[in-house]
């Protein structure tokens, strides 16, 4: 039975060990991509010690692609903006060929048909929460902004993630009206 | 060997689990007429309640170890927990890390060991609990969603690995409470090619694991989570038709239970799954009565070209057809003269009722009406059975079934708070009542059966 045990502990290990060493994998080998945020909803903002991130390039509408059912995985080409920022082209159900100035997001369809990519929470320590609260909402803005709005918006609240060569995302940190935010 | 002979041993020592189990059997056996009252008191008498008994001294200072260890236990941790915002992410992932390894080495360390085999049992459940919050703070301290993940799946595979380890059926059910939750995303979340594998993979590992420790709790959630899975994916591209897909697994539950019998895990497995086949061949019939009667869909019939009341109609002939043939004559003939049975009979003859009779009637109060008797006559049939047979799973299943009944109905029809507050009252009073009563009974029979005799 110890042996068993033995052999069960290091499954576990092995486990959590993985999470983070995928995580660091991306991070250390990914490219730094800068993603715009968009509103969301203020009441579903802060969960606890995290906050609910929403891209632009999550929605799906934008696309002309259509067809994409809940639950299908799809691949969301961006290309770097002269801001920095990278815009989202196009979304494809398979790897799309990329040119020098692009990267890929891989993700699937959710409840609500928007493309969630696995960066969507960003968590925080408890004493920057209502920092991070004033900020967020100074830099969001709200969904019922206007265009010109959210353009003025967009150099004010970004996500710092790295991708790899698979499509694959780790958040690294958010930048809310000229702050990094790390943890 | 002839136990009423002379010249018996010594009474031996075992445990008061085992103990309690023996009664319940030879009281089975002094029903069935395999011995007599005489033989069964000897048998009983053979065996007593061992373990060394403690001084009041000895006693005392392990209460006050254990008060100790616990005080000292709570400051480490609210120590922490005050700190915890200030570690950083690697300090966290030490100190939690190490913390583990060190409550899965006592534990396995006093589990294997000949005394305190219930603290390292205690201990390695903690353990497993802790490495649930490891996987959480790994995830949290590299910002990765949930969502359609795999986290509680991860957690139950994890869990389940050291079940198998260490035999535990604790730690095994544990796993099962992970597994659900991961499924239920998957219902949520749908994704990857085939998110019903989320119900299909824990259903097998517990069924195996279950009838391998004879638990019938284990084997329950099994099934369960095995007709969540076929039902879910009967359900996916006909939404509305869920009561008869129900319904169609509620029959596969039966045949299943019927040729398990003939098995040697029918013992652990039958019982459940006859239950689980029972109810919820009663819930699909009740509901699939009300979309009749309150939102007239054709009962059980072809709807958009759905195959589920055809396999409805296919199962309940192969159950009926499995019934004759594997169940003996003898045991055929005595479920045949159970009133229980035919209470359920009746009552399923209720619900069709109030379906045929929506075409003629439009008072769709009566029909809810008889519908409600039908689903109470199931209800009332498994109390009955407790009753008859002496089980009190019977009996707690039934009742709280019929509670569960009344207080349901109650949110769902506008009714005031009063009502639903002296429904609540009576409902706790009878249970309260009718609980009584039955331990009663039940203490009474046991003490006529199998007069107890001191040694």
């Known amino acids: 039975m110890l042996s068993a045990f033995v052999a069960a502990v290091a499954f576990q290990a092995a486990i959590v060990a993985y999470i983070p060493l995928q995580a660091s994998r991306i991070r250390t080998t990914g490219e730094e991509v800068l993603l715009p945020l968009m509103p969301n909803d203020p009441y579903d903002l802060l969960a606890g010690y995290s906050m609910t991130l929403r891209y632009e390039a999550s929605d799906l509408d934008r696309f002309r692609q259509t067809g994409f059912r809940r639950g299908d995985e799809l691949f969301v080409r961006l290309r770097k903006a002269p801001d ?54 100074r830099a969001l803005g709200s969904p019922t902004d206007t265009e010109a709005e959210r353009t003025r918006a967009r150099k004010q609240a970004y996500a710092e993630v790295r991708v790899d060569d698979r499509g694959r995302a780790s958040l690294t940190g958010i930048f809310l009206n000229g702050k990094a935010y790390r943890y | 060997m002839n136990i009423g002979s002379g010249g018996i041993d010594p009474p031996r020592e075992a445990s008061p689990k085992f103990i309690e189990s023996l009664n319940r059997e030879v009281k089975d056996w002094v029903r069935q007429g395999f011995i007599d009252a005489d033989q069964a008191s000897r048998i009983k008498a053979y065996y007593r309640s061992g373990g060394p008994q403690l001084s009041p001294s000895a006693m005392a200072m392990r209460l006050i170890m254990v008060l100790g260890g616990l005080m000292i236990g709570i400051g480490v941790i609210s120590f922490v927990a005050y700190n915890w915002q200030y570690f950083t992410f690697a300090t966290k992932a030490i100190l939690l890390n190490l913390t583990i390894l060190a409550v899965y080495a006592v534990g396995i360390h006093l589990f294997l060991g000949q005394r305190y085999q219930q603290l390292g049992h205690a201990l390695i459940f903690v353990g497993c609990i802790l490495f649930g919050a490891d996987l959480g703070l790994m995830s949290q301290g590299t910002n990765t969603g949930t969502g359609a993940s795999h986290g509680y799946g991860v957690w139950a595979a994890g ?52 009838a391998a420790h004879r638990s019938k709790p284990l084997a329950a959630f099994a099934a369960v989570s095995f007709g969540g899975g076929l039902g879910w994916h009967l359900v996916r591209p006909f939404p509305d038709h869920w009561p008869l897909a129900v319904i169609s697994v509620a029959f596969l539950y039966l045949v299943v239970a019927f040729a398990s019998l003939r098995t040697r895990f029918g013992a652990t497995v039958a019982e459940p799954l006859a239950g689980i086949g029972a109810t919820a061949l009663v819930v699909g019939s009740y509901v699939s009565t009300f979309h009749t009667v309150w939102e007239g869909k054709p009962p059980l019939a072809v709807q958009n070209d759905s195959p589920s009341p055809y396999v409805a109609y296919l199962l309940l002939v192969v159950a009926a057809l499995a019934a004759l043939l594997m169940a003996d004559r003898r045991r055929l ?104 009563l039955f331990e009663r009974s039940l203490n009474k029979k046991e003490d006529h059966h199998v007069p107890s005799v001191h040694a």
């Open chain 2, 159 to 210: 869990v389940f690995a050291v079940a198998l380890a260490t035999q535990s059926l604790p730690i095994a059910a544990l796993s099962s409470f992970a597994a659900t939750v991961w499924a239920f995303q998957g219902v949520q979340e749908p994704a990857g090619t085939l998110p019903e594998l989320r119900f299909l993979l824990p259903a097998l590992a517990f069924l195996a694991f279950g």
């Open chain 2, 333 to 436: 003939l005595e479920w045949l003269r159970t009133p229980a049975l035919w209470i359920v009979v009746a009552g399923a003859g209720i619900l069709k009722l109030a379906t045929l009779l929506h075409s003629f009637v439009a008072d769709t109060v009566l029909l809810t009406t008889l519908a409600n008797l039908g689903a109470i006559a199931f209800g009332a049939a498994l109390v009955v059975d407790s009753i008859q047979r002496e089980r009190r799973e019977s009996f707690w299943a039934g009742s709280l079934f019929l509670g569960g009944l009344v207080l349901a109905r109650l949110f769902e029809y506008e009714s005031g708070l009063h009502i639903k507050a002296l429904a609540f009252i009576a409902c706790g009073v009878a249970l309260l009542v009718a609980g009584t």
């Open chain 1, 84 to 137: 920095g920022l990278y815009d989202a082209v196009s979304a494809s159900p398979a790897m799309p060929i990329l040119e020098s100035d692009e990267v890929v997001l891989k993700g699937r369809v959710d409840r609500f048909r928007n493309a969630e990519f696995g960066i969507e929470t960003f968590y925080f320590p408890e004493d920057v929460r209502e920092e991070i609260n004033d900020e967020a909402v």
